[in-house]
């Protein structure tokens, strides 16, 4: 079983930036996905970030050239850093995270995105 603790959450201004952080339990070092999703209150939830171990990141439009995937394996950390935010990125966010077989999710952890 793999625990997986989000962080870095809050509220912030339109504009601003975010860092939310995704630690694991164990070594990241050989996971075969790494991905953030997010919730809006009355929406489905839905992909904002995906990567694979073969280095393919696949970003949600909503979300190109604003939102960055990356990791960190001394630390078995994956991050989010998010930039130019805006009201609409306002949701519940996931990591998700693939070791072996086997999909984890992260806890959530609430971004709000005042105008």
């Known amino acids: 079983q793999v625990q997986l603790v989000e962080s870095g959450g809050g509220l912030v201004q339109a504009g601003g930036s975010l860092r939310l952080s995704c630690a694991a339990s164990r070594s990241i070092f050989n996971i075969r996905y790494m991905g953030w999703y997010r919730q809006a209150p009355g929406k489905q939830r839905e992909l904002v970030v995906g990567s694979t171990s073969g280095a393919i990141t696949n970003y949600a439009d909503s979300v190109k050239g604003r939102f960055t995937i990356s990791r960190d394996n001394a630390k078995n950390t994956v991050y989010l850093q998010m930039n130019s935010l805006k009201p609409e990125d306002t949701a519940v966010y996931y990591c998700?995270?693939?070791?072996?077989?086997?999909?984890?999710w992260g806890q959530g952890t609430q971004v709000t995105v005042s105008s």
């Open positions: 998700n995270l693939r070791f072996g077989d086997n999909y984890y």
